[in-house]
T-cell receptor, first 112, second 113 residues
Framework: GQQLNQSPQSMFIQEGEDVSMNCTSSSIFNTWLWYKQDPGEGPVLLIALYKAGELTSNGRLTAQFGITRKDSFLNISASIPSDVGIYFCAGQGSSGTYKYIFGTGTRLKVLA | DGGITQSPKYLFRKEGQNVTLSCEQNLNHDAMYWYRQDPGQGLRLIYYSQIVNDFQKGDIAEGYSVSREKKESFPLTVTSAQKNPTAFYLC????????????FGPGTRLTVL
């Protein structure tokens, strides 16, 4: 099945630094979702985006729905150790479908 | 508390045996989904159901079967026909489209011995 291109695949950062990651697709999407997954647990929904250009925040997290509708970005400000985990994007291509396509994940490690 | 429950958390089975994974939600969601996750990879859709008594194959349905007899429940059976069943299985649910962001359960780790 089709998958999104998510980058970077992994990153090490110092506590307090800002983090940026993105997802790109060859197809236009109507919805973008961002999740965080801890080891051995289910993904937790962080932010949902429904409109091109939309910018949405959830605490220190900010996500944007790209204007071309083929990409999305997630930023984490002032990272803390508990931000460690895998971040997934998911896109929904058609307004008439229930199916989402998931990115391969960005593994984040925070150095105290 | 509203949420999605999956049981058991860990499951072991012998080769050649069928096994059923449970998924229950009390969020009053219409749609439910099953995903498979392998180490270092993203989520791949096995089956999904938009409404009771109806379900559709996802990208990797071979060797799996589901039923949706109740709105709250969407069990997944991993059959002996599934060649590589060892994986982490995730259940999710959502409202109807277009605002159908998916919420996930805690997952079941299946190991075939």
């Amino acid at each position: 099945g089709q998958q999104l291109n998510q980058s970077p695949q992994s990153m090490f950062i110092q506590e307090g630094e800002d983090v940026s990651m993105n997802c790109t697709s060859s197809s236009i999407f109507n919805t973008w979702l961002w999740y965080k997954q801890d080891p051995g647990e289910g993904p937790v929904l962080l932010i949902a985006l429904y409109k091109a250009g939309e910018l949405t925040s959830n605490g220190r997290l900010t996500a944007q729905f790209g204007i071309t509708r083929k990409d999305s970005f997630l930023n984490i400000s002032a990272s803390i150790p508990s931000d460690v985990g895998i971040y997934f994007c998911a896109g929904q291509g058609s307004s008439g479908t229930y199916k989402y396509i998931f990115g391969t994940g960005t593994r984040l490690k925070v150095l105290a | 508390d509203g949420g999605i429950t999956q049981s058991p958390k860990y499951l072991f089975r012998k080769e050649g045996q069928n096994v059923t994974l449970s998924c229950e939600q009390n969020l009053n969601h219409d749609a439910m989904y099953w995903y498979r996750q392998d180490p270092g990879q993203g989520l791949r859709l096995i089956y999904y159901s938009q409404i009771v008594n109806d379900f559709q194959k996802g990208d990797i349905a071979e060797g799996y079967s589901v039923s949706r007899e109740k709105k709250e429940s969407f069990p997944l059976t991993v059959t002996s026909a599934q060649k590589n069943p060892t994986a982490f299985y995730l259940c999710a649910s959502s409202h109807r489209i277009p605002y159908n962001e998916q919420f996930f359960g805690p997952g079941t780790r299946l190991t075939v011995l």
